[in-house]
Nanobody, 124 residues
Framework: QLQVVESGGGSVQPGGSLRLSCATSGGTFDKYIMAWFRQGPGNEREYVAV????????FYADSVKGRFTISRDNANNMLWLQMNSLKSADTDVYYC?????????????????WGQGAQVTVSS
């Protein structure tokens, strides 16, 4: 059973940067498609970025394209989300998620393993 733990959330002013980390254990990390999702109060969990198993392909929601970068280190079982040029609209709880498949997916129900979430607040 894969364990997933996020860290690195916090508060930042608009235009600032944050880096989220996701540490995993208990599974063979390079067998998992990895993703970041986010969710605000009363909203559905929405996809932010996805990376394939070897890190060769990445996918981004239009709202974060050009500002966020997803990356992974299979040797150390780690996933990251670098967030630059943050906006108030990026304020949400961010979740790291894993999927045991060769196929990238963009919807939350298709991911089996989830972290506890990390709060990101962008405010002046």
């Amino acid at each position: 059973q894969l364990q997933v733990v996020e860290s690195g959330g916090g508060s930042v002013q608009p235009g600032g940067s944050l880096r989220l980390s996701c540490a995993t254990s208990g599974g063979t990390f390079d067998k998992y498609i990895m993703a970041w999702f986010r969710q605000g109060p009363g909203n559905e969990r929405e996809y932010v970025a996805v990376i394939d198993r070897d890190g060769g392909s990445t996918f981004y929601a239009d709202s974060v394209k050009g500002r966020f970068t997803i990356s992974r280190d299979n040797a150390n079982n780690m996933l990251w989300l670098q967030m630059n040029s943050l906006k108030s609209a990026d304020t949400d709880v961010y979740y790291c998620a894993a999927r045991t498949s060769k196929t990238v997916a963009l919807t939350a129900p298709l991911y089996m393993y989830w972290g506890q979430g990390a709060q990101v607040t962008v405010s002046s």
